[in-house]
């Protein structure tokens, strides 16, 4: 209720300030922003109402598209080859991550940090070596490029206006995440492995594959971002991905999602990028000093968050 408050104030601020806010083509340029946020705002949201964070979904993005990136360019391949690669590759990345947090106990922010650093070296590593920079070469011209490109980074016009198709991909995985968590039992398991891990082991609740799944969940939207990336622009900066996950971490406790698990929603993650994505273009817009959009995001993040605990504390004294 909060963040689609925020978001509705949001909207009439920047249109009142800018005409050119509420034009379709802006409005489909802000989605696309909101988009490359959304897609992994969806894991995440899941993941930490699971009572867990990832700090490497940032870099696990560009781990996902340089995987792709340097082994069909090394080798010649059909670029659908590497796609396949890196989604195998990203799964691991998100299988370990869980099995490293369940087994050895470490707080989710200990692990994550950890891969997180290794991925980022990786990353600049392997770039380093195999092309003696720190970017992919291009794939244009490898086997499979127009297709792949076509399903990962084309246009879909929608009344005359183009639409990034990765908007679709997140209204899709919005859809299917909101399924997943109040209509089946696994969402069940989510909700209780984040609010009340030992009780829920003590009524049968598989928390340990709940988490594990969770994060191959952020590692397989990571994959789809990644593959955006790289069809979409052609090559990958190593260096690229730093900091993101704190936007996607933004995204979902705009949205509601609490910070020590057992509550939030895949739509509340949605507005959160859909803010982020409004704020971003709606500066450009404007014709405000860009300079000041990163204190907007924390001011933003600390506002929300008061506003949802203030609103859910009025909720539970009306329900008394």
Known sequence: MGAFAAAVVLFALFATASPIFTQASSIATILYGASTVGIMAVGVSLLMIGGEVDLSAGVAVISSALTAALFVTSLGLNVWVGAVLALAFSLLVGLVNGILLVRTKLSSFIVTLASFFMLTGINLGMTKFITGGVASPSVQNLDGYESARIVFASD????GTNVKITVFYWIALVAIATWLLLRTRIGNWIAASGGAPDAARAVGVPVAKTKIGL?????FC???????NLFAFKTVQSGEGIGNEFLYIIAAVVGGCLMTGGYGSAIGGAIGALIYGMALKGVVYAEWNPDWLRFFLGAMLLGATVLNIVLR????????
Do not use: E, T
């Open 222 to 228: 990571a994959w789809l971002l990644g593959m955006h």
């Open 215 to 219: 994060y191959m969940g952020v590692a």
């Open 156 to 159: 879909v016009s929608v009344f």
């Open 313 to 320: 504390n009025r909720a539970a004294k009306a329900r008394r």
